[in-house]
């Protein structure tokens, strides 16, 4: 495995934008209580969350050169530690704050699912496009 930076620049700066992005938003929303006021944000919001990281993932494929092979399993591992540590953060702040923002277990496994979602989206994307 060897590290390749090339033309990545701009897509590892795209790659923090759609991941800072989606933090913002997800803050704003705690800030101004839009969860409560319209929870169902929360979807679409892991599911971006999913795409951001999954097209991530992508951006470290191509920095690695790692084998096609190995990219689905690596992926869909990588979503879910991912997701899994997003859900470990919201518990830590839910814990730290008193908030109770982020919801019971079904919340948070219903999150997880919505961000293997948006990395699914971008997997088959990225197949699509790669065979053309």
Avoid: Q
């Avoid at 989606?22 to 969860?35: E, G, P, R, S």
């Avoid at 919001?45 to 097209?55: S, T």
Wanted: glycine share 8%.
């Amino acid at each position: 495995m060897t590290l390749k930076l090339g033309n990545a620049r701009l897509e590892i700066i795209e790659t923090c934008i759609a991941i800072t992005s989606v933090f913002i938003v997800n803050t704003l929303a705690i800030i101004f209580n839009i969860y409560e006021i319209f929870p169902p944000i929360d979807i679409p919001l892991h599911i971006g969350g999913g795409i951001a990281v999954g097209y991530m993932f992508f951006v470290l494929v191509k920095l690695f050169d790692i084998a096609p092979s190995k990219i689905i399993l690596l992926a869909f591992s990588w979503i879910i530690l991912v997701t899994i540590s997003w859900e470990a953060f919201e518990l830590i702040v839910d814990r730290l704050t008193g908030s109770n923002v982020y919801g019971d277990i079904l919340d948070t496994i219903g999150d997880i699912i919505n961000g293997i979602i948006g990395c699914i989206i971008v997997v088959i994307i990225k197949k699509r496009t790669s065979k053309s």
